[in-house]
Each structure stands twice: as C-alpha cells, then as structure tokens.
T-cell receptor, first 111, second 114 residues
C-alpha cells in the first residue's frame, strides 16, 4: 500500500498569505504530481516531477510553484493566496511504470 | 468535446445490486485505463488497472475495456454500503517514464442503500 502524506489536511487562511502545502512519500518513488480537484470536476494536473531537481507545469495553469530537492518531498507554494485558489489539492507519486497513488489531499479555503 | 466523459450520477442502488459504471473517451491513443475509488474527504484509491482491450477481474470488481468503441466499464457485483463512494475513471496514452499524463473523468457518485 502506498504511503503518501499531505499536510495540513485542512487550511483556512486570509488573502495575501504565503502558503506551503506539504507532500511526502516513504516509498522512494521517483515521480510525483500535484492535482487540483474542485467539486464535480475532473482532477487537473498542475505540477509534476520526474526526480530530484526536475519540475514541470501541468495542463492547468496555476500560480503555484513547486520544488523537488529530496526524492521523498514535493512541496507546493502559493506566494500570495487569493479566493480563486480555494480548492482541494491532491499529491500523487509513482515508480517506473506503475500507476499513481494519491494522498488524502489538502482542502484549502482562502477568505 | 472533453477527452473523457463520465456520467456524474448520482447513482443510488439497493444493497446486493450489480452496479455498472462507464466512461467514454475520444483519444484513440489511450491504452492504459484505471478506476479509482474516492471516499468523502479522502484521496483517490486505485481499484483496477488494465492495459488495452479486455476484461480484468478482482473479487467483486470487473473492469472492461472496449477500445474499438472507446468505452470502459467497471462492474461491481453484490454491492455493499461500503462501496458508497465516487468512482473516477482515468486513462493515459502510455506508461513510459518520459511522459505519463492521466486524463480523468468527473467521477460518478454511488450510494448503496442497505
């Protein structure tokens, strides 16, 4: 079973704040992903990484940034949060040709 | 037209019923197909993973892929209240290390009534 952890699980914060959503996996997976999920909508890929020091933007435009300094850690940062950033953010990882495994997500609400 | 179409439901069935969940797609390059189950306030959990056309069975779950019709299905036999969740279909054109982008359906919300 995949072990992928996201913190915080829930965050309510004011506009203009800097936010970092944490994602860690203990399986040594090389590939990691961030998705955005809104109610009743498809998951949309916003960032991905194929390994340390590798990051790419996904198909959904996002004002967030990511970093991959360590294999197990893939944080997502919003420099200045806005109400339009309110959503659920899901992190996933995979190894080689195996399918993606997901964390339980962070529900972000910007006031 | 979206690449993947999935009826969002909601779908409500009595306990013990056979459930059929479906997705259609337009990209003929898709060859890897997945079904994820997502409980409320949890992340998606992989249920089934199939390659190309054919059937795959795992316990009460059967996944079918018909590439000629661009249609995939998930069947749940003897449905249980614990099967109540949102079911997401996902697919990709390849699983190679170089590129592996998943395209998701919107998910179908299933309720199994005791």
């Amino acid at each position: 079973e995949a072990d992928i952890y996201q913190t915080p699980r829930y965050l309510v914060i004011g506009t203009g704040k800097k936010i970092t959503l944490e994602c860690s996996q203990t399986m040594g997976h090389d590939k990691m992903y961030w998705y955005q999920q809104d109610p009743g909508m498809e998951l949309h890929l916003i960032h991905y990484s194929y390994g340390v020091n590798s990051t790419e933007k996904g198909d959904l435009s996002s004002e967030s940034t990511v970093s991959r300094i360590r294999t197990e850690h893939f944080p997502l940062t919003l420099e200045s949060a806005r109400p339009s950033h309110t959503s659920q953010y899901l992190c996933a990882s995979r190894q080689g040709y195996q399918p993606q495994h997901f964390g339980d997500g962070t529900r972000l609400s910007i006031l | 037209q979206k690449e993947v179409e999935q009826d969002p439901g909601p779908l409500s069935v009595p306990e013990g019923a056979i459930v059929s969940l479906n997705c259609t797609y337009s990209n003929s390059a898709f060859q890897y197909f997945m079904w994820y189950r997502q409980y409320s306030r949890k992340g998606p959990e992989l249920l089934m993973y199939t390659y190309s056309s054919g059937n795959k069975e795992d316990g009460r779950f059967t996944a079918q892929v018909d590439k000629s019709s661009k249609y995939i299905s998930l069947f749940i036999r003897d449905s249980q209240p614990s099967d109540s969740a949102t079911y997401l279909c996902a697919m990709s054109a390849n699983s190679g290390a170089g590129s592996y982008q998943l395209t998701f359906g919107k998910g179908t919300k299933l309720s199994v009534i005791p």
